[in-house]
């Protein structure tokens, strides 16, 4: 939220008090100018004299029986109205704070969809209370997303353990059956199950930020994810690019390797059914280093490829039914990103295919 510039907090109590400190003491000498004027000659009516007025306020031209009372009168008076006027300033003065506690009672309570949204001009209390709210909706945001992650992996998973369960079902009926066929459909169905849990295991390794950082040379790692895959791209008619100079970034290599190996098989499974390519390009720009790879293929709607990074959104219009994969590839190269305080961007190329660049920070 834009504000406009405003007093701080610490300013606004500083002169508060101030004030109060200047009350304090105007009505103090009031109040000890008017003990000094009743007690005065009656033909002296002028306006004190320097002089005349330490003279007259020679503690041997009154007693303290007269000065003291008026004294501890006047002091009373300022106590109560200090401890007054402060209680009510410091209750204005600290509203805000008041609002943003209740907000975190609420929000301990498991309602994240309360705000603050504290009005005002700019100061440490509005600060606070924007970032608490930002951090509300992004902590909201991330129990949504993790929400339907849990709903749509239990899904995954059920499927593989639904089907072991109809194959063995169908294979006790049918005692006739040929065990090997049922033993390769078991095998098959479980290496799915298994590829999966790891795909899971890995997005919540990447989510964690548990790894160290190395140094790490991009264009390296895109020539090993090349070479692996390359007997793949050859069974599938497809053609593998690479260009770039040295690359240098920090992170860790097996999760770099993972991202870039995720990202050429996924352009090799997502491409034309014949005669197609896949580029992959390391490049250093401007404090940034970049890993590109595009591939042809169909024609991708931006609707499409705005949702292919959510888990388990495989794009089935562009994908050969036996490459169908877990769902988690992009995904998981989007946490690998995020992890590497990174940015990941998708784009459809004109010509169909599309265009996936990953954004890391320099080494410093």
């Known amino acids: 939220m834009t504000r406009p510039p405003g007093l701080s907090v610490r300013l606004k109590l500083t002169l508060s008090y101030a004030g109060f400190l200047m ?19 009656t033909g002296d009516v002028g306006v004190l004299s320097f002089s005349n007025f330490l003279r007259a306020f020679n503690p041997r031209n009154f007693g303290p029986a007269v000065f003291g ?4 009168m006047v002091l009373v008076f300022l106590l109560v109205f200090g401890l007054v006027g402060g209680w009510i300033l410091a209750g204005r003065m600290l509203k805000p704070l008041t609002r943003i ?58 499927t593989p353990l639904a089907i072991s369960q109809a194959l063995l079902d169908v294979a006790r009926q049918d005692p006739d059956s040929d065990p090997g066929e049922l033993v390769e459909r078991l ?90 390519n896949v580029r992959i390009e390391t490049a250093v720009r401007s404090g940034f280093v970049m890993l590109t790879v595009e591939n042809t293929g169909e024609k991708l709607s931006p609707q499409l490829v705005w949702t292919l990074t959510e888990p388990f959104q495989r794009g089935t219009e562009r994908v ?4 169908a994969g877990v769902g988690l590839g992009l995904a998981i190269v989007r946490s690998i990103t995020r992890a590497h305080d990174g940015i990941l961007s998708l784009a459809p190329l004109p010509g169909g295919g599309l265009r996936v660049t990953v954004q890391l920070p320099s080494p410093r």
């Not at 975190?104 to 309570?109: E, G, I, S």
């Not at 050969?320 to 490459?323: F, K, N, P, T, V």
């Open 23 to 41: 009350i304090a003491g105007v009505l103090l000498l009031a109040a000890v100018w008017m003990f000094l004027l009743r007690d005065r000659p």
């Open 69 to 72: 009372p008026a004294a501890v």
């Open 101 to 158: 506690t209740d907000a975190t009672r609420v929000a301990a309570h498991g309602s994240l969809s309360h705000r603050i949204r504290l009005r005002g001009r700019e100061d440490e209390f509005r600060e606070l209370a924007d970032a608490f709210d930002a951090m509300l909706e992004r902590l909201e945001a991330h129990v949504v997303e993790q929400q339907r992650f849990a709903a749509n992996a239990s899904h995954e998973l059920r």
């Open 187 to 276: 095998h098959t169905v479980n290496a799915r199950a298994i590829e999966l849990t790891e795909a899971l295991l890995l997005l919540s390794r990447t989510d964690q930020r548990s790894f160290r950082r190395k140094p790490v040379d991009l264009s390296l790692i895109a020539e090993e994810a090349t070479e692996t895959l390359l007997p793949f791209a050859e069974e599938h008619g497809v053609t593998l690019e690479t260009v770039g100079d040295v690359t240098p970034a920090d992170g860790s290599p097996a999760l770099l390797l993972q991202l870039t190996t995720n990202l050429v098989h996924n352009a090799i499974v997502h491409n034309l059914p014949e005669h197609g």
């Open 320 to 323: 050969r039914g036996a490459h």
